[in-house]
C-alpha cells in the first residue's frame, strides 16, 4: 500500500500563476519529505525538502509547507514559468536508505 | 563528466539476451541504488549499495543481477527478461549519511524487452 499518495494525475497553470501541487502520506512516523522535478528522458532532480520540525521551507520560487496533523504537504511555485512543466514527486524517507515515492503530478504551465 | 551517468541511454532487447547496464557517480557518494520506474507507477527501489556491499534487495527477481565493484559504479546484469520487464531503469547515489536522504538520479536506461 503506497505510504505517500499524489492523487492529481496532472495540473494546468497559466504562467505567471501559482502552481500547487499536493501529497498526503499515511505514516505518521515520517519526519522528512522531498520534492523531486522530472523532465521527460532525463532522471529526477531534487528541488526541495522539509524537516517535520517544520512547517514551510522555501528555496527562490519554490516552497514547500507541511501540515503534520493532516498528513499532507504542498508544493507552491510561484510565479510558474513554462519551464517548470514536468512531473513532480513527493517522497519520504522509510529508513536510512529507502525513499518511497507518490506516484507524480504532471503540470503543464501554460503560456 | 558530473553528476550521474548511464549507459545505455535506450536498450532493446530479446528475452533470450544478456545485457549489462552501467552507471556511474562523480559526486563522492558511497551508497548506489537501482530502481524501476513503469509507465504510471512510482519508482520502485530494487537494489541498494553501501561502500561496495549490497544492503537491500528488495524481492527483485534473479534475472536481475546487480554488481558494485567500487563505490562509484554500479551494474545491473540482465538475462532471460520477460515483456513485463520493459521499464526505465534508474540509478542513483546518495551520501549514505545519517539524516541524509537526498539521493541524486541518473538520466536512466530506457529497456525495451521484446
Known amino acids: 500500500d503506497q505510504q505517500v499518495k499524489q492523487n492529481s494525475p496532472s495540473l494546468s497553470v497559466q504562467e505567471g500563476r501559482i502552481s500547487i501541487l499536493n501529497c498526503d502520506y499515511t505514516n505518521s512516523m515520517f519526519d522528512y519529505f522531498l520534492w523531486y522535478k522530472k523532465y521527460p528522458a532525463e532522471g529526477p532532480t531534487f528541488l526541495i525538502s522539509?524537516?517535520?520540525?517544520?512547517d514551510k521551507n522555501e528555496d527562490g520560487r519554490f516552497t514547500v509547507f507541511l501540515n503534520k496533523s493532516a498528513k499532507h504537504l504542498s508544493l507552491h511555485i510561484v510565479p510558474s514559468q513554462p519551464g517548470d512543466s514536468a512531473v513532480y514527486f513527493c517522497a519520504a524517507p522509510l529508513s536510512a536508505r529507502q525513499l518511497t515515492f507518490g506516484s507524480g503530478t504532471q503540470l503543464t504551465v501554460l503560456p | 563528466e558530473t553528476g550521474v551517468t548511464q549507459t545505455p541511454r535506450h536498450l532493446v532487447m530479446g528475452m533470450t539476451n544478456k545485457k549489462s547496464l552501467k552507471c556511474e557517480q562523480h559526486l563522492g557518494h558511497n551508497a548506489m541504488y537501482w530502481y524501476k520506474q513503469s509507465a504510471k507507477k512510482p519508482l520502485e527501489l530494487m537494489f541498494v549499495?553501501?561502500?561496495?556491499?549490497?544492503?537491500e534487495n528488495n524481492s527483485v527477481p534473479s534475472r536481475f543481477s546487480p554488481e558494485c565493484p567500487n563505490s562509484s559504479h554500479l551494474f545491473l546484469h540482465l538475462h532471460t527478461l520477460q515483456p513485463e520487464d520493459s521499464a526505465l531503469y534508474l540509478c542513483?547515489?546518495?551520501?549514505?549519511?545519517?539524516?541524509?536522504?537526498?539521493?541524486?538520479f541518473g538520466p536512466g536506461t530506457r529497456l525495451t524487452v521484446t
Open positions: 549499495y553501501s561502500l561496495e556491499e549490497r544492503v
Open positions: 542513483a547515489s546518495s551520501q549514505d549519511a545519517a539524516g541524509v536522504y537526498e539521493q541524486y
Open positions: 522539509i524537516s517535520s520540525i517544520k
